[in-house]
């Protein structure tokens, strides 16, 4: 009965989308998109901004890797030493 519903709703939600991608890609703006009107001043600075973002990111998530491998070791080097003092190693 479920199985039944799914197939349903993805067969109907298939069919609404074939049904409309035709008039979507019909349509004529002109060559204008969602921005506007673009020319070569646009598409540079928008892969400019691309080329700066992807290394930032690179960047930021390897220092926050670095961050968490420094707490990893600081909390390993303490266990050593916690188990190589005599004191905390308990019996009598």
Do not use: C
């Not at 069919?15 to 070569?40: C, K, M, Q, R």
């Not at 598409?43 to 901004?49: E, K, P, S």
């Amino acid at each position: 009965m479920r199985k039944a519903r799914i197939i349903t709703a993805l067969a109907t939600v298939s069919v609404a989308l074939l049904t409309l991608a035709p008039s979507a890609l019909a349509v004529s703006h002109g060559g204008e998109g969602w921005y506007g009107e673009t020319n070569d001043v646009n598409i540079t600075n928008a892969m400019f901004l691309t080329i700066i973002f992807f290394p930032t990111v690179i960047i930021i998530f390897s220092l926050i890797q670095w961050r968490l491998d420094k707490r990893k070791h600081a909390r390993m080097d303490a266990a050593k030493r916690r188990e190589a003092n005599v004191d905390w190693r308990g019996g009598w």
